[in-house]
Nanobody, 120 residues
């Protein structure tokens, strides 16, 4: 069974950094897309960053220049390096992936979420 396991969340001061990791495990034929969403209290879930198997990336305007998404295909892992963190970055961060368990059939998977709190 496919699982996405997130790690790296926690409490950090404004201006600090965190590195989130998300590892996909299980019987996976291919991963087409991996990314991070976040949801803050009272707000809609939003895309933070995404990366395709080809390396194309997309970022929310609010994190451009501060966050970097990367991947390790050999480990089926995606990372989110978060620098210059701000209180408004506080949210539950969710890893997501579009992957194929069966060749040619892409399905969405989600991690359990990891809390990121930016506070002095």
């Amino acid at each position: 069974q496919v699982q996405l396991v997130e790690s790296g969340g926690g409490l950090v001061q404004p201006g600090g950094s965190l590195r989130l990791s998300c590892a996909a495990s299980g019987s996976i034929f291919s991963i087409n897309f991996m990314g991070w969403y976040r949801q803050a209290p009272g707000k809609q879930r939003e895309l933070v960053a995404a990366i395709t198997s080809g390396g194309s990336t997309n970022y929310a305007d609010s994190v451009k220049g501060r966050f970097t998404i990367s991947r390790d295909n050999a480990k089926n892992t995606v990372y989110l390096q978060m620098n210059s963190l701000r209180p408004e970055d506080t949210a539950v961060y969710y890893c997501t992936a579009d992957l194929e368990v069966v060749a040619g059939i892409g399905e969405d998977y989600w991690g359990q979420g990891t809390q990121v709190t930016v506070s002095s």
